[in-house]
């Protein structure tokens, strides 16, 4: 199942609303980079767009960090992603975030919840 969200993600990620902008054609680059394993170039690309509220870079930050592909793995980190993607109004990222939060002890949750409250765009 987390394979066929997965790559139901990469395909579809960049929604019609960003038709040809700069930002869509830099997410659709970080997705492209993901799907291929370059997880660093990836990360490289989403992270400045996931710090400035992009929901897409946020939800391939939350996955990203989620496997450990191109950051250490950090299951608080990628519960605070997912959470933000949540927050930001698509709900398709709380089977994700509800996932993450299953494998988190109590402190732990506090944590990754106190990180996503503290969290403001740059």
């Known amino acids: 199942?987390?394979?066929?969200?997965?790559?139901?993600?990469?395909?579809?990620?960049?929604?019609?609303?960003?038709?040809s902008s700069a930002v869509a054609d830099e997410?659709?680059?970080a997705?492209?980079?993901?799907?291929?394993?370059?997880?660093?170039t990836a990360i490289n690309l989403a992270r400045p767009l996931a710090e400035?509220?992009?929901?897409?870079?946020?939800?391939?930050?939350?996955?990203?960090?989620?496997d450990g592909h191109g950051v250490g793995k950090d299951l608080i980190e990628s519960y605070k992603w997912y959470e933000l993607v949540v927050r930001g109004g698509d709900a398709?990222?709380?089977?994700?975030?509800?996932d993450v939060a299953r494998q988190l002890n109590p402190d732990q949750l506090a944590e990754?919840?106190?990180?996503?409250d503290d969290w403001a765009p740059q």
């Open 1 to 19: 199942m987390r394979v066929v969200v997965v790559s139901a993600f990469l395909m579809f990620l960049i929604p019609i609303v960003y038709g």
């Open 27 to 29: 997410v659709e680059d």
């Open 31 to 40: 997705v492209q980079a993901y799907s291929r394993a370059d997880y660093r």
């Open 52 to 66: 400035a509220g992009n929901l897409d870079a946020q939800y391939l930050l939350g996955l990203a960090y989620l």
């Open 92 to 98: 398709s990222a709380e089977l994700d975030r509800d």
């Open 112 to 116: 990754a919840k106190k990180r996503t």
